[in-house]
């Protein structure tokens, strides 16, 4: 179990990681840079550009070719991306060095899903996608006050260099240590595994699913990822060391992390409803949903900052509070939507 589960929790890790950091960082970006709020929006949503454009071909890749040899692929992908962010002199190459980080990593929870249908029985898969999703956890706060420790004296760039480096080690893992396992589906044609997306859409159940994981999902990610860091700066008057270990609000922000990522527990629930051959392309047609709506918001929330004054380099309240609650409509329509649901259950037969 273990060479399985703890090579991918390692990429899913830098994953989480990477997702988070512009949130300490985006300060001395904005600076160094001359970013506007626009701009370090679009910047850091080209993580979630990249990750959602690639997740259709991603399932089938991974349904084609098996999670061991594509997620070693990525992640080498993903060191290059840091690589380039680390060396960037100018917005375009942090812009591509940031959208390579994101496509590196856009199999690092979807490979581990596709490993552990390959490698466990299904009763299992939940209480292992809920350990794997707590390792995504953990990467995240460690891109709070740890990456705060070595962005102090160092800099950013010599944090990147060093995430380059961990990508590529966490590839070495994947690629010599789990084990490589028989694909349900084998001698499918590249067509007709494609056309397996048609039969995902428009299946109604999936999209029971998938609505709200996308709006609750996508709402975190995007705050998470980027505006909680600027927030706590702009509005709740926080330091820069504040903001690394978000004090004073950490219980808030604890429960609001712990019920928004539990949105993520809805990939067991499709796998399932789907012949064993489709898991990649089921669980990647609802991610694409997903990280595009994350780029919208998190894109969305800084064009809207920009409505707005600039008072000392910092944001408007007024901007981030207009901003917060449509994001919160949101997932209150989402909520109110799924409620009335109740699963149909099958006759015995």
Request: proline share 5%; aromatic share 12%; glycine share 10%.
């Amino acid at each position: 179990m273990l060479g399985v589960f703890c090579p991918f929790a390692a990429g899913y890790f830098l994953s989480f990681f990477f997702r988070n950091v512009n949130a300490v960082i985006s300060k001395d970006l904005a600076r160094e840079f001359s970013l506007s709020s626009s701009d370090l929006g679009f910047l850091t949503s080209m993580y979630l550009l990249a990750f959602a454009a690639f997740q259709l071909p991603l399932g089938v890749l991974l349904d084609r070719y098996g999670p061991r040899r594509v997620v070693a692929a990525l992640l080498c992908i993903a060191a290059a991306g840091a690589l380039t962010f680390a060396l960037a002199r100018d917005f375009a190459a942090l812009s591509i060095g940031r959208a390579l980080i994101g496509l590196g990593v856009s199999g690092g929870l979807m490979g581990a899903i596709k490993a552990f249908t390959l490698s466990f029985p299904l009763s299992r898969l939940a209480t292992l996608n809920g350990l794997y999703l707590a390792v995504g956890g953990i990467g995240g706060l460690s891109a709070t006050a740890p990456a705060e420790v070595l962005v102090g004296p160092f800099g950013w760039r010599v944090l990147f260099i060093a995430l380059a480096a961990l990508s590529v080690l966490a590839a070495s893992a994947v690629f010599f240590i789990v084990p490589e396992k028989r694909l349900p589906g084998e001698g499918q044609t590249l067509r007709a595994q494609i056309a397996g997306f048609g039969e995902v859409f428009t299946h109604v159940p999936f999209w029971r699913i998938a609505l709200p994981l996308v709006v609750c999902h996508a709402g975190y990610l995007a705050l998470q990822g980027l505006w909680l860091g600027p927030w706590l700066y702009d509005v709740a008057g926080e330091s820069r060391v504040a903001v690394g270990v978000k004090s004073g609000l950490d219980v808030i922000l604890a429960v609001y992390g712990f019920t928004a990522i539990s949105a993520a527990l809805a990939y067991a629930i499709f796998t399932p409803l789907f012949p064993p051959e489709m898991t990649g392309r089921v669980n990647t047609a609802s991610n694409v949903l997903m990280f595009a709506c994350s780029f919208v918001f998190q894109w969305g929330i800084g064009a809207l900052l920009r409505l707005y004054p600039v008072q000392d380099g910092r944001y408007a309240p007024e901007g981030y509070s207009t901003a917060f609650l449509i994001i919160a409509a949101l997932q209150a329509a989402a909520l109110a939507w799924l409620l009335p649901m109740r699963e149909v259950r099958q006759p015995r037969l």
